[in-house]
């Protein structure tokens, strides 16, 4: 069942236009009040353990993803938006805040961000000069210093029918219950839609802080409005205690207009 909350949200766009380009900045402020007490020890923490505090969710009335833990107490969610859109179809988007509690609150770890009275900051920066080229920065910034605690970069470049992608993600400590080791990583891909129908992809993920690659895969696939379907390689290079590196070829099948 879910906890009982109510909330006020304000927002105060203002635009200007310049030489072609109109700008757009937009303060926002949430304030939200639940009761104390609404994670009881004796619910299970089955679907809530592993979530991430970040600037998809920071004006999210709870930032638990499941209902075996609630966000309660007062807050306040503070964040403000600026965008830049030229008359080509460029732009530049900025997003940046931080969530204020009246007491902490000891449902969040202290991995997330979210258990002292004041959040670590996230933000996110995306840019799009052109179509065919995309660049993408989440990041979580410490409260205190500003250091990085999660940095995230998503860059697609090219045209459908040869498009390149790269993804570097670079993690202080995960954001879960299982409290995983830092981690830096990239992945690399390249994509070509064939035909209107018919594409092939590819990427390599690899793990910067050992040297060593994590997981490699290439396939061809097919794909219209009722079904996708595709024969692919993969290749894992994970080992730890029983697991051991392995191979796969496997034939995908997705009925997209079940469910």
Not at 33 to 39: A, C, L, T, V
Request: hydrophobic share 30%; net charge negative.
């Amino acid at each position: 069942r879910a906890l009982p909350q109510v909330g006020v949200e304000w927002r105060l766009p203002v635009t200007k236009y310049t030489d072609g380009v109109s700008q757009v900045i937009e303060p926002i402020a949430q304030l939200i009040y639940s009761p104390y007490g609404g994670n009881p020890k004796g619910i299970p923490n089955e679907d809530s353990g592993s979530f991430e505090f970040d600037s998809t969710n920071l004006f999210s009335p709870t930032r638990f993803p499941g209902t075996d833990r609630w966000e309660g107490g007062p807050r306040a969610n503070l964040g403000a938006k600026w965008g830049a859109y030229g008359s080509n179809g460029g732009y530049v988007n900025v997003l940046f805040g931080q969530v204020w509690r009246l007491k902490e609150d000891s449902t969040f770890a202290p991995e997330t961000g979210l258990d002292t009275q004041r959040s670590d900051y996230v933000g996110s920066i995306a840019v799009s000069p052109a179509p065919w080229f995309d660049i993408l920065h989440r990041f979580r910034l410490d409260r205190d210093d500003f250091g990085y605690r999660r940095s995230e970069v998503e860059l697609q470049a090219g045209p459908d029918a040869l498009q390149l992608g790269f993804t570097y993600t670079r993690l202080s400590r995960e954001l879960t219950d299982a409290a995983l080791t830092s981690r830096e990583e990239i992945t690399a891909g390249l994509s070509s839609q064939i035909t209107e129908y018919w594409r092939a992809r590819a990427f390599t993920r690899r793990d910067l802080s050992a040297n060593s690659s994590i997981e490699s895969e290439a396939g061809v696939f097919y794909g219209d409005e009722c079904i996708e379907y595709g024969l692919f390689y993969d290749r894992r290079f994970t080992r730890d205690r029983d697991i051991e590196p392995s191979t796969t070829i496997g034939f995908k099948i997705n009925l997209r207009t079940l469910g």
